[in-house]
């Protein structure tokens, strides 16, 4: 027969050998309790960014080894064959990396086999378009909006962990002339964190690229007192990729205008 026990990190099984022995030529029998313990040390997760390197060195951090009499085992680092890439893992259940702990009981070294989970959360990045001149509030507004629309996208809800929540943080400080460096694309890190179900947080930052679009302006030549013709106009702008020309019509260059001084910038 055998009862069980459990404490914390010890399982505790009494094992009842029976015992024959013979006293006076008479055989008796009768049971003898042996106590066997069965340790276990505990393992906190690993929770890493997709991407992210995880050395031997940080999952033997994750070990916490169980005390046999008296004695507090050794936790060991895995075998770096054992340890897997983080790229493409996002999502991904189940994943754990094995090592073991070095036990001495009365002498006898014993080695426990233990695993560490992982969870690997995770990236995402963007890029934006702003015109020339917005203000450096306009761009951060349209950076927030940007990294609030790539963590709901249907991909990354999928990879987050369950009871897990992700929240965009507040923009960081960005260059006052940022929007007036057309063709010279700039990314800004935004901020995001990561809660697990205990309140722990993890944070990570989304790489945002930010575009300035800005049409090409010709100017447009009249002679004093004449008003430039509405085709000539349209045709002095090209507008950047992804923009539409709005046309301009006589009655755009009339109102406003002097008919002895045009002025085709105010126009454009």
Known sequence: MISQLQSCWRWTWVVKVPVTYTVDGKTYETTVDIEVNVVESKTKPIVVFEGDEITPAYVKEKVEPVTIDGNKGTANEPKSSDIFKTNGKAGESGLKIPTTVTHNVDGTEVTEDVTV????????????????????????????????????????????PEGYTVTVGEIPEIPADIANKKGEPVVVKVPVTFTSPDGTTYTSEIPVTVNVKGSEVKPVYVVEGNQPKPADVNEAVTPDKGGDLTPVTEADINKDVPTDKVKVEQLI
Not at 141 to 151: D, F, G, Q, R, V
């Open 117 to 160: 989970p992982v969870t690997v959360l995770p990236r995402t990045e963007g890029e934006v378009d702003v015109p020339k001149g917005a203000t450096p509030d306009k761009v951060k507004e349209t950076l927030k909006n940007k990294a609030n629309e790539l963590i709901k996208t249907p991909d990354f809800p999928a990879k987050v």
